[in-house]
């Protein structure tokens, strides 16, 4: 039983992530002042009534990158000054993606046993499918793993819309390295090595889109 317990919970910590960044990027964009504290007050409930599931899931990695989230989404409704909040919300966005990508990379490790045919990504997807997607071989399999990033494509996209450049390019730059060096381990399944090839992908052409403000 407990073999099915991690899994569901990291998913449904993956979803409250998700909420939390929608949460997060909402404060970003309004202009008014005490509109962008209110959306940030949401994710902050959305931190207070979810964490079990954080605990429950036990990544370690995401559990720090919430408690940074937490941390600057309090910054963001106690400060007077809206530059000063929208620095504070910036920040923590970037680690509410780094917390979604640690949450994904913690369960295509804990999945391992289902070897090269199952590939376990934290999305809406799995919810459906109660806890993994049977992939097929070749192309198919290819492709299920790049419609399971869609949602990480169009974080990286909204990294480069909300944060300053140079922070922008900073996140993105560690994403890169991140995949690359996963891709150095020789013992990865083919599903995993697709999906870092992918985020890796996703991340360069990223890169090439902020390389002016190197």
Do not use: W
Not at 108 to 131: P, R, S
């Amino acid at each position: 039983m407990a073999s099915f317990k991690a899994p569901n919970a990291c998913e449904f910590a993956n979803s409250n992530m998700e909420y939390i960044k929608d949460q997060t990027e909402t404060a970003i964009s309004v202009e008014d002042f005490q509109i962008s504290k209110y959306y940030a007050y949401k994710a902050i409930s959305g931190i207070e009534k979810t964490r079990s599931n954080f605990n429950a899931c036990g990544c370690e990695e995401a559990i720090i990158s919430l408690d940074k989230v937490m941390l600057h989404l309090k910054k963001a409704t106690k400060t007077e000054s809206q530059a000063n909040s929208k620095e504070a919300l910036q920040k923590a966005l970037q680690n509410t993606l780094k917390g979604i990508q640690e949450l994904k990379d913690f369960g295509m490790a804990i999945n391992d046993g289902y070897g090269d045919n199952m590939l376990v990504l934290n999305t809406k997807e799995v919810l459906d499918a109660q806890g993994g997607i049977l992939l097929p071989e070749g192309k198919l399999l290819e492709q299920k793993i790049h419609n399971g990033l869609k949602n990480f494509e169009i974080s990286i996209d909204n990294v480069i819309k909300y944060l300053d450049c140079k922070e922008a390019r900073r996140f993105i730059k560690k994403t890169y390295d991140a995949a690359h060096l996963k891709l150095l381990n020789p013992d990865l399944t083919r599903p995993k090595k697709i999906y870092h090839q992918r985020v890796k992908t996703i991340t360069q052409n990223a890169l090439d889109r902020v390389k002016d403000c190197e």
